[in-house]
């Protein structure tokens, strides 16, 4: 059978169970699927591939799902550190968005994010930001795959005047992607401190009724709950469940202030946590169980948070930060394993996003959203476990070729749907403009 | 004036006060020294090179100095993961030791190591394994400045019988490397549960005599000190003390159990801890409380720990990870800055050595170790401040060149002194002898 791309690999992670690592297997891809995943020398008797690859000193594995972006901001890449997040919000992040958001900002940021990404073995991403009309434009135009946050927001900014407005904007572009093969959608209220009571009902109802995910900043720090115990006598999670999003659309991003109570209700309500340990970390916002939320049965996916506090997007060092902070919470080296830090940045954001039928794992009938690593360098050797190696020892620029839906992105290091010497010239007049502060 | 080698940079950071990064300056190098540091255009008029380096895309920053390591054990990377440290050192480390471990080992392990570090990076380390003569006569030959551990440790292996061979053959290697330029010694007890009273005791007086630093494992893990206390009454630290080892000598890695009064002591003393944050985490030792250390003078370098259990020498990877643990822990995002981290990486470093003098920053009459990081690199743009770039977001992989005393180890990510393809052929043959346990 003559079929689009047939690629030889020395092995093969494939993310479904068993978790073994295969070795000198193939992957077979054709109309943007997988259609057949098998030893090397039977995929050379049955497959004629348009594109052969061999792949020998590298490992397969299915591309890495970013599950909490803010894709533009990086354009705002290490331009206030060290700072607690609140000062860093309102004395640097929000007047710089105030001064410069527009959809130029946004399609500029989006593509430096989603180059980064791609060179990293990011295929997709949920994204959270403002203009998620020119998110998902760019996006389709990369090829990558993303989940555009509907962003709402109690006040006003030049994308939405009110939540009504923010709330009827995402709903036309959730209208507008239903056809696409790449992009839908997911409702975004930003955080419980940011968005009251009457919209986020709203946004429980529409969640219910287009069986869409919800997507929210909560329980990020000790001070966000003491506040609003404060306010409301409540904790965020607690108000959440009373307006009825505590349910298995529920993607909860940061969730380091975690009572046990807390983590039964997620788990029973098949929610999901979205665990971003770097940015939890360079913020000093707290330490999310990982450990515990996984042994309780709660889906934890693995979000890279915004380049503006992170400092990059780099899904193989948010792994890594992943598995090592993960034992040290939970007091036990053998807690997240490296195969549990794979799982997390791959499947489980899959399943968080509603797209675990389309991607996530190296499954056949699923998309052909698929990375090679290079493990034959220095770095990465003597090479005794390709997992291992792949979350405690590689780096992002060993990914050398991504595929998404069958289509190459990745081609030698090389994009092949961004201009990278333009995007560079572009980056350096925002530069300019947002030092000027 | 002619001298050796001029670069012109785009940026450099001496890390010496006022740790301003300055732009459009050049580092001027003569005799494996740096001569001159200054404005590139007044350089242009001053001094002729022999070589001229237009590195404007890049930042000059001092060569990181590991300040732990086994070296030698970069062949047991990834060999046994996700495991507490006892039962990882006494089920899987220590038996391969006791297989495999032999000149021949120590030899390759050490090149591989070497290669690693400084195609990362790194200029300089601190190494504690067996055969530290080998590891010494390997660093020569790369040229890459090393200070090499005497190991001393109760138990016999290939390397020594007893503590006094130990410590012969310490005595001796320190005398062959007295007057040789990139080499010296420290000595290594193990650990204090490794190591009895008497070598301790003799190797504080040798210490003193010969004023070279003490390179200690010490309360690495919550276990550690309850073993002790149980033993023999005290906590490792006081042992120490009453044994005449905490002083300005001392180089306590690890240090995650501390008490306030203990980190006055080790403050008092001058001594140093080296921090070891992906080691730590990643054998959920504990956490270290870096700010609180530093915030009473406690001079705090860095270090990798052994690729068996980190998995990389990668001091960038390390810096991150120091910068954002180390806020973490303090409850404070302002907390082990950026700037702070790279000082833990190179000057505090060259003062846990006793090479203060010699290496750590960029100082007219200090010896050019010199490394230029690319930050022209997608993944580092925007750029509005170096040294943040350096830490929360470049990888080693954009360390182009390397200069260990003016001589270029690394040229464009070639290595000059090492060959890779052979290196390569003898890492393969390592593991296919230790995967076969």
Redesign the interface.
């Known amino acids: 059978m003559i079929v689009d791309t047939l690629i030889h690999a020395g092995w093969i992670i494939t993310v479904e169970p068993p978790f073994d690592t295969v070795k000198d297997h193939s992957l077979v891809i054709h109309d943007g699927r997988i259609i057949d995943l098998l030893p090397t020398r039977q995929a050379k008797q049955c497959y004629q591939g348009t594109v052969v690859e061999n792949l020998q000193n590298h490992v397969l594995l299915p591309g890495l799902i970013n599950s909490h972006t803010h894709a533009a901001m990086s354009?705002m890449?290490?331009?206030a550190?060290?700072?607690?997040?609140m000062d860093?919000l309102q004395n640097h992040i929000w007047p710089l968005e105030h001064q410069w958001m527009s959809e130029a900002f946004v399609k500029d940021g989006t593509d430096?994010a989603i180059?980064?990404m791609l060179?990293?073995g990011t295929t997709c991403f949920n994204d959270m930001y403002f203009f998620p009309n020119i998110a998902a434009q760019q996006a389709q135009q990369a090829g990558i795959r993303a989940t555009l946050g509907l962003i709402v927001i109690d006040f006003p900014t030049v994308w939405a005047k009110d939540s009504d407005e923010y709330l009827s904007k995402g709903l036309t572009l959730t209208e507008q992607l239903r056809d696409t093969e790449l992009c839908n959608t997911a409702f975004a209220p930003h955080a419980p401190y940011t968005v009251s009571d009457a919209p986020l009902q709203k946004i429980a109802a529409y969640a219910q009724e287009l069986k869409r995910p919800v997507h929210i900043h909560i329980h990020e720090t000790a001070h966000e709950i003491d506040q609003a115990v404060e306010q409301t006598g409540k904790r965020p999670l607690q108000r959440l469940q009373e307006l009825g999003l505590v349910n298995s659309l529920l993607v909860a991003v940061h969730a380091t202030q975690l009572t046990d109570a807390e983590i039964s209700l997620l788990a029973d309500a098949g929610a999901t946590i979205v665990h971003c340990p770097?940015s939890?970390?360079?913020?000093?916002?707290?330490?999310c169980p990982v450990a515990k939320c996984l042994d309780a049965g709660v889906n934890v996916a693995l979000g890279t948070d915004g380049?503006a506090s992170?400092?990059?997007l780099?899904m193989f060092?948010e792994m890594?930060?992943a598995?090592?902070?993960g034992?040290?919470v939970?007091?036990?080296?053998?807690?997240v394993?490296?195969m549990t830090a794979l799982r997390m940045a791959t499947i489980n954001g899959a399943k968080a996003l509603g797209l675990a039928d389309e991607t996530g794992s190296l499954r056949i009938g699923k998309a052909a959203d698929v990375i090679a690593v290079d493990l034959?360098q220095?770095?990465?050797?003597?090479?005794?476990?390709p997992v291992?190696?792949l979350v405690?020892?590689a780096?992002?620029?060993q990914v050398t070729d991504v595929w998404v839906a069958g289509r190459r992105l990745l081609h030698n290091r090389q994009l092949t749907t961004l201009n990278?010497a333009e995007?560079?010239e572009k980056?350096?007049v925002?530069?300019q403009r947002?030092?000027e502060k």
């Open positions: 354009l890449r290490g331009i550190d060290d700072l607690p997040l860093w430096l180059a980064e060179r990293g770097e939890n970390l360079k913020l000093a916002s707290g330490f380049a992170n400092n990059d780099d060092g890594r930060t598995a090592l902070i034992k040290a939970a007091n036990d080296a053998s807690a394993s490296a034959s220095l770095e990465t050797q003597p090479l005794y476990c291992s190696q405690y020892a780096s992002r620029q990278l995007l560079q980056i350096a925002w530069q947002l030092a």
